[in-house]
């Protein structure tokens, strides 16, 4: 009979080691939950943050393509105006170079 008592006492010893090491565990296991709960929040965060940097840029992207699209057609604008304007002063260069021998003929039947 002693050895019951024995076996019982070693059984109740067992069982008392497994049940600190399992709360030993529980409690590892509650503090990676915390650290678990933690990184995915800094990890939603840093989601959030980065979506809202890449909205912005967008944004100002769309805002800096508009404007370039405007200095563009600006600029064409512009070119088309400069080539009209060149195109009228090769045209007055051209009409003064023909005048300019009647001009000599009748600038030397002038002073004759």
Known sequence: MG?????????????????ESQRRLYRRVDRLQHTLDAVIEVQDRLREWTEDRVDAVDERAAEEHSALAQLVAESRRVASVV???????????RAVGALRPVTAVRTQEFYS
């Open 3 to 19: 050895w019951v008592i024995a076996l019982f006492v070693l059984t109740a010893a067992g069982l008392a080691a497994v049940a």
């Open 83 to 93: 080539d009209r304007q060149h195109r009228r002063i090769v045209g007055l260069h």
